[in-house]
Every structure is written in C-alpha cells, then in structure tokens.
C-alpha cells in the first residue's frame, strides 16, 4: 500500500480553518481504503493556543485506519521536526496543503525537492491561494516568493493539483503552460440530503453566513447590501473572525442599519453545529472574492438552500436551475435584486428553488469518478529527476 504524506496547518479534530481542513479530510476518508495517509499538523486550532484536549501531541495518533496523525505543539513546529519527518517516513507521495504557510507549505516543499528520490512525487494543492483576491492580502511577500520559487525551477520538480478549472488556469498563468497539473475537484462533505421545509412568509427571510471574517470573504458588503432589501430580514453570522479591525468595521455597519434587518454573531460553528444553521434559515449567502471549491456553498446547497454568492466561485448557471444566484462580484445591483426575490418568495415558490438547490446539489460530482481522479493522480505522477 502506497504512502501519502500530507503536511497542513490545521486538521481534524479542528474546524476553525474551514474548507482546508474540510478537503484534505474527504481525500483521507474517501482515498484510505487505497493509501496509507500519515497528517502532518498543529496541536491546535487556528487562532488557538490550547491544544485539542484529549489528542497526544508530537507523537504518531492513529484516527481511523490508515489515517495517522502528527499533532506538533508549538515547541516542536520547526525545520528540525519537518526534516527528520520526510526523510524517515519516505513517502511515496508528499501531498502539501497550500502555498504560503511557512513551517506547513514553504519548509516541507523545500526539504521534499532536498531528500526526495526517483520514486517520491511531490504534489501541490494551492487551495485558491493563487486567486487574485487571496495574492491581494500581503501581497509583496507573496509575489516575492513566487517568484523565487520560478527563479530555483522549483515548478518543474512539482505536480500541482487543480481542484477546478478555474484553478488550474490560475497555476498555469502562474509558472507558465509546461507546469504539471493534474485536475482532480474536492469531494463535498457528507450531509443527509433529505429535504426539510422550513416556514418562508412573503417579504420575511433568514440569510446564513458560514465563512472565516476575512475582508475576501465580502461580509462587510453583505451587511452594507442589506440596506437596499424591502422586507424583514435577518442575517445569522458564524465564523472564525480572522481580521479584528475589518469585524470592527461590519459591527459599526451593523450598528447602522435600518429596524427590518438584525444580524446576529455566533461565535463559530462546529462541524456538526453547521447543519441547524444552515436548515434553520431560508438562503445561503457568502460574496466571496474567490473560491476554488466553497464547501460551506455546496453544504448549503446539499441541504436544499438556495444560495447568493458571487460569480468568482464554480458554481455557476444557479438561477436557470432554481438553486440560487451567481452575482457579478462588483454589480451590486444584482446582489440588491438577488435579495429582493428571495425575500418575496411565498412558500409555493421558495420550495421549489429548494427542491432547485438539492437537485444542483446532487448532480455536482460523482464520487466514484472523483476516487479515480485522485487514484490517477497519487498513482499515475510523472516521474521526476
């Protein structure tokens, strides 16, 4: 059975850092039966300085079969730790989550080209980090190294895995039209889809959001849009608040709004928290700058909710099947209208763009096209000198 390491900055037991930590889970829980997956990752959640209780750290933990995991403390994140752990594992495949990250992307990629051999592939996932929006935040430092990164050869010593087309053209823009890309998309999260109705009166709506606080994620747009809706709404906010002064900005727009809009902040929800939040409200809404996948987008669909997102994910064509709205990122006209027929939807109406939302939902991908995807990809790598 082939070996397959993986290096990320956060893992299960954590939820904190959203969709990542969402990704590499679905590979190890759908991919496990094939591959022995050893997880390289903190004690910690995002943001958080306690260690998971109950989880051993620097040591080997075995979740599930085949599923084994380094939980480091902060004590042992560190070039020594990553250099002793690829070279005593020799792997048959590195697999290394993200770009920028330094002790979890930038060291591991690095010491992977030093010590790998003929029969070690080393593959690359930038999660959406090479999207316009994502380069946007510190962006010298990042054009800095991916420009060093061209100036040592390094793309031609790395697969990279796409997770969308979007994506993959991204990579190519990049590091040139010779990089190895190999396309392969995210398997969405496992939900219940069974249908559940809830209450929709005409000119009422509950909004969910579901997304770290993150300028790129637009929620201080969203909280502005809602000036323009003719109705009551309200708008429940969860997620890992990433950026103090941008959520000090939302909060004294929130402060502005007018008596038919409420928004409430609900701290962060737990993977298995995120299914009431999403039932109990009428539409998803998530403006995001980009998004290579957006699994809280296909959650949301999966549970029958129509969707408002912005036209920089792959989700698109929603309002031709009755399962939501892709709005040009900077036409705040058609957020404003997007809004607006949500809100009037009687029940007879919003249960069909439920209905709308599941079928999109289901029709997204086939999971066992996806598992020959990655096993071409963890199986069939061009070998490397």
Request: proline fraction near 4%.
């Amino acid at each position: 059975m082939k070996k397959v390491l993986i290096f990320i900055d956060w893992y299960l037991p954590g939820y904190k850092a959203g969709g990542p930590i969402k990704s590499c889970a679905q590979i190890v829980n759908h991919l496990s039966p094939f591959y022995e997956f050893k997880i390289v990752t903190r004690d910690t959640d995002i943001n958080e300085t306690i260690p998971y209780p109950g989880v051993p750290s620097d040591q080997w933990v075995q979740r599930q079969p085949n599923e084994i995991v380094m939980y480091l403390s902060s004590k042992q994140v560190g070039i020594a730790t990553i250099w002793r752990i690829i070279k005593e594992e020799k792997a048959d495949v590195v697999y290394i989550n993200g770009l920028f990250s330094f002790f979890f992307s930038i060291l591991p990629l690095f010491i992977s080209v030093l010590l790998r051999t003929s029969a070690t592939n080393l593959v690359v996932c930038p999660r959406g980090m090479l999207h316009k929006g994502a380069l946007s935040v510190k962006s010298k430092r990042k054009h800095y190294y991916l420009l060093l990164l061209k100036l040592v050869q390094l793309p031609g010593k790395i697969v990279f895995h796409a997770s969308g087309v979007a994506e993959q053209n991204e990579i190519r823009e990049r590091f040139g039209s010779t990089t190895t890309i190999m396309l392969a998309s995210n398997f969405p999260n496992e939900v219940d889809q069974q249908l559940t109705t809830i209450n929709k009166q005409r000119d009422q709506a509950i909004l969910v959001y579901l997304s770290r606080i993150h300028k790129i994620k637009n929620l201080l747009k969203t909280i502005r849009l809602l000036h323009q809706v003719r109705g009551q709404i309200k708008l429940e906010v969860y997620g890992n608040v990433e950026d103090l002064a941008y959520w000090n900005e939302c909060q004294a727009e929130i402060a502005h709004l007018p008596s038919n809009v409420k928004v409430s902040y609900n701290g962060v929800a737990s993977n298995v928290e995120v299914a009431d939040a999403i039932r109990q409200a009428h539409f998803f809404i998530l403006l995001t700058e980009g998004e290579n996948f957006g699994h809280s987008i296909v959650e949301a669909l999966s549970y029958g909710r129509p969707v408002i997102i912005s036209n920089r994910t792959p989700w698109r064509n929603l309002p031709a099947q009755k399962a939501g709205w892709d709005c040009p990122l900077n036409d705040e006209n058609s957020f404003a209208l997007a809004l607006n027929q949500a809100l009037a939807m009687d029940q007879l109406v919003y249960d069909q763009w439920c209905t709308g939302a599941l079928k999109y939902a289901d029709n997204i991908l086939s999971k066992t096209e996806l598992i020959l995807a990655y096993q071409n990809m963890f199986d069939r790598l061009p070998k490397r000198t």
